[in-house]
């Protein structure tokens, strides 16, 4: 009877302990979900780099007529009435 009770109580141990290593919730799966976490907060912080560039230009580009002229000229290649383009190529 001893011997029973030993290794009902061992497979109960060993029970226990599969279900904190393995299972879900266990250490792996939380380690796992600490490093999607860590990736989630890395890729949140870039994104929030980008918006603040984002909104500097918005606010740029709201406050006055030279910023709109300045990024037509350097995105779409316009010039104004009267001036004259020069295309310099290198040989």
Do not use: C
Request: net charge negative.
């Amino acid at each position: 009877m001893p011997r029973l009770a030993t290794l009902a109580l061992l497979l109960l141990l060993a029970g226990l302990q599969w279900r904190l290593w393995v299972a879900d919730g266990g250490i792996a799966d939380t380690h796992r979900l600490i490093g999607q976490v860590d990736a989630q907060r890395a890729e949140n912080e870039k994104l929030r780099v980008r918006n603040a560039a984002l909104d500097a230009e918005v606010a740029d580009l709201n406050s006055g007529v030279q910023a709109i002229e300045a990024r037509a000229r350097t995105s779409l290649g316009m010039i104004r009435q009267g001036e004259t383009f020069y295309l310099v190529v290198e040989p």
